[in-house]
C-alpha cells in the first residue's frame, strides 16, 4: 500500500500528460504519475487494486493539494467516516481543480462535518424501522432489499448508508442473519424481486456470494435478482475475473443496478465490463444522484445519459441525494432536478431518460418527482403541454362533447372553445414542415436547390410563419397574439 513518510512533489510536465481530458470514454486509460511504473498485469488484478486504495488523509495529502485548515477538518472526519479509493478510480481526478467531480465524490470535504440546516439524518430512509429480520428492508408489498455486506469497493462520500459502510470485515460463510433472511423471503410468497446491496455485494467473497445467488434462485416465486453495485464504476478490475461473471449468469434471474454519475466514469474499463455483462444475459440499469458541483447541470447530466446508451446501460434512476449526515452539500434543490428534467424529455431519446424521484423520509419509498406536462382539464379533454411548448387539447374518450363552444381565450379556448392547439412563435420543427412540403423548383443559372429541409437566406427558420396548407388543423396564432374564437 502507497503510504510515504514524506511528501513527494511530481513534476507538473507528468502531471499534465496523465490524461485528464474530458472525451466521454476517454481514448486511452488514465493513471496517476505514483502508479505509471505499476505493470499492467498488475493495474489489471482487482486485489491489487484493493490492497493500493488509497485509506486514510495521511496518503492523499501527498497525492492532491489542500490549504492546511482543510487538512485538518478532514483529519479529524476520519473519525466518523472512512476513506477508501482505488487506484484505478483516483486516476480519474483532476489532480488541478479542486472542484473535480470525481474528487468530490471519493475525497473527504471538511463540509462533511456541517450540517447547517439540522435535517440531515443517519438513516433518513428508515430502512431500520422496516426490517422485519436483521439485515433485510421489507417495504413494497412484492420487493424487498437485503444489506449482504459493509464493505464497499470505494467509500462514496454522499453514500446513504454512510452510517454503517466499512465498519467491520467480511465473512466467507453464512450467518444465522443470513438464513434468516433469505427463510423470510421464501415463505413470503408475495415477494417478486430481491434487491442484494450492501455496502457491494460484487465485494463479497464468491463463497458467500454464491449462497445468495443460489437460495434466491431456488425459490419459485422470486422473479428478478438485483445486484446493486458500483464496482463497474469504481473498481471494474473485479469484473475482469470469469468466475465471478460466470457465477452471476448461472443465477439467470439476475439483473444488474450499477451507479455512475458523471460522464467520466465511463471509462474503457467500465465499458468493457459493461459488455462482459450484457453478452452473459444481464441485464443493467443505472442509477444516479443528483449531486451538487458534480452532474446538477444539463450538460453533464445529457453526455452521462448519452455515454450510458452507448455502452448499453440503462438510465433508469435519478435520485435526489438523500438528507444523511455528511452529505448535505450534496444536495441540491428540487427545482433544479425539475430543470434538468425538462430539458431531457424530447431532446433526447426516451430509453435515455430516467425517473427523478425523491426517496423519501419515513419509509415513504421513492416519489416521481417530473415538469408539468398536463396543464388542465375538462370533463371533455385535457390540456397537455410538450417539450417544445406547444399546448394541445386531447380527447382522451370516445364520447360527445358536453361543453358548449364559448368565446374566450388562452389555454380556456382549448377546453371551451374551438382550438385544437396553441403553437409557441418561430417552432422550428413547424418551420421544417414547411420548407420540406414546398415544391423544390431550381433557381436560376443552375444554383442549389433550397428545399430538402434546409432554411433558405429569404426565410430564416426563426421567423418562418405555420402554412394552414400544410397543418390546416393548427392556427397560425403565438401565445401572445391569441384570437378569440368560437
Not at 481526478?93 to 447547517?116: F, K, M, T, Y
Not at 451538487?292 to 452521462?304: I, P, Q, S, Y
Not at 448519452?306 to 450534496?330: E, M, N, S, T
Request: net charge negative.
Amino acid at each position: 500500500m502507497f503510504e510515504p513518510d514524506e511528501p513527494r512533489s511530481l513534476p507538473a510536465s507528468a502531471m499534465l500528460g496523465s490524461g485528464y481530458e474530458d472525451d466521454e470514454p476517454p481514448s486511452i486509460s488514465r493513471r496517476h504519475p505514483i502508479w505509471q511504473a505499476v505493470p499492467q498485469e498488475q493495474w489489471d488484478d482487482w486485489r491489487w487494486q484493493t490492497q493500493n486504495a488509497i485509506r486514510s488523509v495521511r496518503q492523499l495529502r501527498h497525492l492532491l493539494s489542500f490549504r492546511p485548515e482543510e487538512l485538518e477538518a478532514i483529519g479529524q472526519l476520519e473519525r466518523d467516516y472512512k476513506v477508501a479509493i482505488p487506484p484505478y478510480y483516483f486516476s480519474l481526478i483532476d489532480p488541478h481543480n479542486p472542484a473535480d467531480p470525481i474528487r468530490l465524490q471519493s475525497v473527504p470535504s471538511p463540509q462533511e462535518g456541517e450540517n447547517p440546516s439540522g435535517y440531515e439524518l443517519e438513516d433518513p430512509l428508515e430502512e431500520d424501522k422496516d426490517s422485519p429480520v436483521p439485515g433485510l428492508t421489507h417495504r413494497y408489498p412484492d420487493r424487498v432489499l437485503m444489506i449482504t455486506t459493509p464493505n464497499c469497493s470505494m467509500y462514496c462520500r454522499y453514500c446513504t448508508r454512510k452510517r454503517a459502510t466499512l465498519t467491520r470485515g467480511g465473512w466467507e460463510g453464512s450467518s444465522g442473519d443470513d438464513e434468516r433472511m433469505i427463510d423470510y423471503i421464501r415463505r413470503t410468497e408475495a415477494i417478486r424481486d430481491v434487491v442484494i446491496s450492501g455496502g457491494d455485494p460484487l465485494t463479497l467473497p464468491l463463497g458467500k456470494l454464491r449462497f445468495y445467488l443460489d437460495q434466491l434462485k431456488a425459490i419459485d416465486h422470486v422473479d428478478v435478482i438485483r445486484v446493486g453495485t458500483r464496482v463497474p464504476v469504481t473498481l471494474p478490475q473485479r469484473l475482469y475475473d470469469n468466475e465471478l461473471v460466470d457465477l452471476l449468469a448461472s443465477a439467470e434471474k439476475v439483473y444488474i443496478q450499477t451507479h455512475f454519475n458523471h460522464p467520466r466514469e465511463i471509462t474503457p474499463e467500465s465499458a468493457r465490463v459493461c459488455r462482459t455483462l450484457l453478452r452473459n444475459g444481464m441485464m443493467i440499469n443505472n442509477h444516479s444522484v443528483l449531486l451538487k458541483g458534480v452532474n446538477d447541470n444539463l450538460e453533464t447530466m445529457r453526455n452521462l445519459l448519452r455515454g450510458l446508451l452507448r455502452i448499453k446501460v440503462r438510465p433508469y434512476y435519478l435520485f435526489h441525494c438523500d438528507p444523511v449526515i455528511g452529505a448535505g452539500h450534496f444536495r441540491t434543490s428540487v427545482w433544479t432536478g425539475l430543470e434538468i428534467m425538462e430539458g431531457l424529455r424530447g431532446h433526447m431519446s426516451g430509453i435515455g431518460i430516467p425517473t427523478y424521484v425523491v426517496d423519501s423520509p419515513h419509509g415513504g419509498g421513492k416519489i416521481p418527482l417530473m415538469p408539468n406536462y398536463l396543464v388542465s382539464m375538462s370533463n371533455d379533454s385535457v390540456v397537455l403541454r410538450n417539450y417544445e411548448g406547444l399546448l394541445i387539447r386531447y380527447q382522451a374518450e370516445d364520447k360527445p362533447a358536453t361543453t358548449e363552444p364559448t368565446m374566450t381565450r388562452g389555454v380556456s379556448s382549448l377546453l371551451q372553445g374551438s382550438r385544437s392547439a396553441l403553437i409557441p412563435e418561430g417552432l422550428e420543427r413547424l418551420a421544417r414542415r414547411r420548407r420540406n412540403a414546398e415544391p423544390c423548383v431550381p433557381p436560376p443559372e443552375d444554383a442549389p436547390c433550397a428545399g430538402a429541409g434546409e432554411p433558405t437566406s429569404a426565410e430564416p427558420a426563426d421567423t418562418l410563419k405555420l402554412s394552414l396548407t400544410v397543418l390546416p388543423s393548427l392556427p397560425d396564432t403565438a401565445y401572445h397574439n391569441e384570437s378569440a374564437t368560437r
